[in-house]
């Protein structure tokens, strides 16, 4: 793999995609982007919104021409949003234009993560814990199939968490950058 892969980073809602994202992005001195922030600057609404006129439909087929986009700006980093593995299309690009690491946690974590959040379309329900279940047995293998590297977040901090995505790139073979990876002691999965 290339020096200057894009990292696009997966895993459901409350992962810490958003929040390693940029920390990651600036450890390696490269632009981050965040899917679901781009398709809500660019409609000038956010995402609930979206999802109440448009459907999940709607929203996933502008989600899709968003990653269409976004996976073709080189050497960045990408938080991708958690239904984004639904679309074969979009994993394609994912797959093919850079290194996808899976950011994996418990359904229990995800629900503390995201108790206190009102921008969750997919979790305004009556049984949150339920809703979360249900996508990650409906997501989590589309996750692991697509992932060239699976790291756990479950309780761990965000540096943490990069310097394992750090050392696990170095370790095989496609460490971003000499800088980037300096530093990035710590302990295993």
Same mark, same amino acid.
């Given at each position: 793999?290339?020096?200057?892969?894009?990292?696009?980073?997966?895993?459901?809602?409350?992962?810490?995609?958003?929040?390693?994202?940029?920390?990651?992005?600036?450890?390696?001195?490269?632009?981050?982007?965040?899917?679901?922030?781009?398709?809500?600057?660019?409609?000038?609404?956010?995402?609930?919104?979206?999802?109440?006129?448009?459907g999940e439909a709607g929203f996933r087929r502008r989600e899709s021409r968003m990653i269409e986009e976004l996976t073709r700006h080189p050497a960045?980093?990408?938080?991708?949003?958690?239904?984004?593995?639904?679309?074969?299309?979009?994993?394609?690009?994912?797959?093919?234009?850079?290194?996808?690491?899976?950011?994996?946690?418990?359904?229990?974590?995800?629900?503390?993560?995201?108790?206190?959040?009102?921008?969750?379309?997919?979790?305004?329900?009556?049984?949150?814990?339920?809703?979360?279940?249900?996508?990650?047995?409906?997501?989590?293998?589309?996750?692991?199939?697509?992932?060239?590297?699976?790291?756990?977040?479950?309780?761990?901090?965000?540096?943490?968490?990069? &310097?394992?995505?750090?050392? %696990?790139? *170095?370790? =095989? +073979?496609? $460490?971003? &950058?000499?800088?980037?990876? %300096?530093? *990035?002691? =710590? +302990?295993? $999965?």
């Amino acid at each position: 793999m290339e020096g200057q892969q894009s990292i696009f980073l997966i895993g459901p809602m409350g992962s810490g995609k958003t929040t390693v994202g940029r920390a990651l992005a600036r450890r390696l001195q490269r632009e981050f982007y965040d899917s679901d922030r781009e398709i809500e600057g660019r409609c000038g609404v956010d995402i609930a919104f979206i999802f109440d006129k448009e459907g999940e439909a709607g929203f996933r087929r502008r989600e899709s021409r968003m990653i269409e986009e976004l996976t073709r700006h080189p050497a960045i980093v990408l938080a991708t949003g958690g239904g984004v593995v639904l679309s074969e299309a979009n994993r394609e690009c994912l797959k093919s234009r850079g290194t996808v690491v899976y950011l994996r946690c418990s359904v229990a974590q995800q629900l503390e993560r995201t108790a206190r959040s009102s921008h969750r379309p997919l979790l305004q329900t009556a049984d949150p814990r339920a809703r979360l279940t249900e996508l990650m047995a409906l997501r989590g293998p589309l996750y692991e199939g697509l992932a060239d590297l699976i790291i756990d977040t479950e309780g761990a901090r965000v540096q943490q968490v990069v &310097s394992r995505i750090l050392q %696990r790139l *170095a370790a =095989g +073979g496609a $460490e971003p &950058s000499a800088a980037g990876a %300096r530093g *990035a002691g =710590g +302990g295993h $999965e």
